[in-house]
């Protein structure tokens, strides 16, 4: 069984309130692949990332990680395929410490206490926040809590990364490492994104949103030509 691929298969979505915010989504990104979500505010970016975990379930078609059906029932195995990293790291680090951020996923999946240490420490290690373990989110800079958010999904060794406008308020050297981060993690990357150079170096393929629709999937620098 394979969970790093992820397929939507003519998804729509609408709010309670009426929006509807996605109209017939359907595409498929492989093992591997590095694909980028691209749009203005409002097309429906989020909300398509929403229901790559979880979060949010179709109002009509269906969203499959791998071999698994993403419903209600099957929680929690897609979302120990799927990390996603939100587009305000405040809203994942909410323990007293950095250490304890980190390891609330593994813990949450009732690992051993030395496997969850293990994947703390490589998790910060591989985003450069080795030594901050006891330092609080607040104490850290805007480009250091992207990265602790981003350890934190680390940590429960996704298969699939899906982050949501990652670049947004980092300054260049942070948005340089971040990028830099994002090209060693070997599975499956989708990422929504207004940052049209950071999609050019990191993702070969984007989709192009307008309406809550894809209007174009090609080659990142065929797609960065209609808009």
Same mark, same amino acid.
């Given at each position: 069984? &394979?969970?790093?691929?992820? $397929?939507? &298969?003519?998804?729509?979505?609408?709010?309670?309130?009426?929006?509807? #915010?996605?109209?017939?989504?359907?595409?498929?990104?492989?093992?591997?692949? $590095?694909?980028?979500?691209?749009?203005?505010?409002?097309?429906?970016?989020? !909300?398509?990332?929403?229901?790559?975990?979880?979060?949010?379930?179709?109002?009509?078609?269906?969203? +499959?990680?791998?071999?698994?059906?993403? !419903?209600?029932?099957?929680?929690?195995?897609?979302?120990?395929?799927?990390?996603?990293?939100?587009?305000?790291?405040?809203?994942?680090?909410?323990?007293?410490?950095?250490?304890?951020?980190?390891?609330?996923?593994?813990?949450?999946?009732?690992?051993?206490?030395?496997?969850?240490? $293990?994947?703390?420490?490589?998790?910060?290690?591989?985003?450069?926040? &080795?030594?901050?373990?006891?330092?609080?989110?607040?104490?850290?800079?805007?480009?250091? $809590?992207?990265?602790?958010?981003?350890?934190?999904?680390?940590?429960?060794?996704?298969?699939?990364?899906?982050?949501?406008?990652?670049? &947004?308020?980092?300054?260049?050297? #942070?948005?340089? +490492?971040?990028?830099?981060?994002?090209? !060693?993690?070997?599975?499956?990357?989708?990422?929504? !994104?207004?940052?049209?150079?950071?999609?050019?170096?990191?993702?070969?393929?984007?989709?192009?949103?307008?309406?809550?629709?894809?209007?174009?999937?090609?080659?990142?620098?065929?797609?960065?030509?209609?808009?």
């Amino acid at each position: 069984m &394979s969970h790093h691929f992820v $397929r939507f &298969s003519d998804v729509h979505y609408s709010y309670p309130d009426g929006t509807e #915010a996605l109209k017939g989504i359907s595409f498929t990104i492989t093992h591997g692949e $590095r694909a980028a979500i691209l749009g203005l505010n409002g097309c429906g970016k989020s !909300t398509l990332l929403l229901h790559t975990n979880g979060l949010l379930l179709p109002s009509k078609g269906e969203v +499959n990680v791998g071999d698994v059906p993403v !419903t209600k029932k099957t929680l929690p195995v897609v979302r120990r395929a799927v990390g996603m990293v939100f587009q305000n790291p405040d809203d994942m680090l909410f323990m007293p410490t950095i250490y304890d951020d980190v390891a609330f996923g593994p813990r949450n999946m009732k690992l051993p206490e030395k496997e969850v240490e $293990r994947r703390v420490k490589g998790a910060l290690e591989a985003v450069g926040l &080795s030594g901050c373990e006891d330092k609080a989110a607040y104490q850290l800079s805007g480009g250091q $809590r992207r990265s602790a958010a981003i350890a934190s999904v680390l940590s429960m060794e996704p298969d699939i990364l899906v982050l949501d406008e990652p670049s &947004s308020n980092l300054d260049l050297k #942070a948005r340089r +490492n971040l990028i830099d981060l994002l090209k !060693t993690f070997h599975h499956t990357i989708i990422v929504a !994104t207004h940052d049209i150079e950071m999609a050019q170096e990191l993702c070969p393929r984007s989709l192009l949103m307008e309406d809550g629709r894809i209007i174009a999937d090609a080659p990142t620098q065929e797609i960065i030509q209609l808009i």
